[in-house]
């Protein structure tokens, strides 16, 4: 069993920048491909970035391009969520997520089959 745990959020200004991390443990992660989603109070959950097993390959939807950055540390089983330039529409509970099966799209949140509890960021006007 994986346990994965966020953390980093909280308030910031419009223009702030925040930094999340999540840590995994149980067994390691190397070889699967992590995700980061968010999820806003009455909308469905969407992906805001993803970061295959060697790092090598990222995806970022338009909304977030630009101004977040997806890393990944396989020797510490951490994944990483640099986010500049924040919006309040950036406001949301932020999640990562472990995609184990090959199968599915990466973009998709019902391919991911761990997920840690949130960690909630704001970004104030």
């Known amino acids: 069993q994986v346990h994965l745990v966020e953390f980093g959020g909280g308030l910031v200004q419009a223009g702030g920048s925040l930094r999340l991390s999540c840590s995994a443990s149980?067994?390691?992660?190397?070889?699967?491909?992590m995700g980061w989603f968010r999820q806003a109070p009455g909308k469905e959950r969407e992906i805001v970035a993803a970061?295959?097993?060697?790092?090598?390959?990222?995806y970022y939807p338009e909304s977030v391009k630009g101004r977040f950055t997806i890393s990944r540390d396989n020797t510490e089983n951490s994944v990483h969520l640099q986010m500049n330039s924040l919006k309040p529409e950036d406001t949301a509970t932020y999640y990562c997520?472990?995609?184990?099966?090959?199968?599915?799209?990466?973009?998709?949140?019902?391919?991911?089959?761990?997920w840690g509890q949130g960690t909630q960021v704001t970004v104030s006007s």
């Open positions: 970061i295959n097993w060697t790092g090598g390959s990222t």
């Open positions: 997520a472990e995609k184990v099966l090959p199968s599915g799209s990466p973009l998709d949140p019902g391919s991911y089959s761990y």
């Open positions: 149980g067994r390691t992660f190397m070889t699967y491909t």
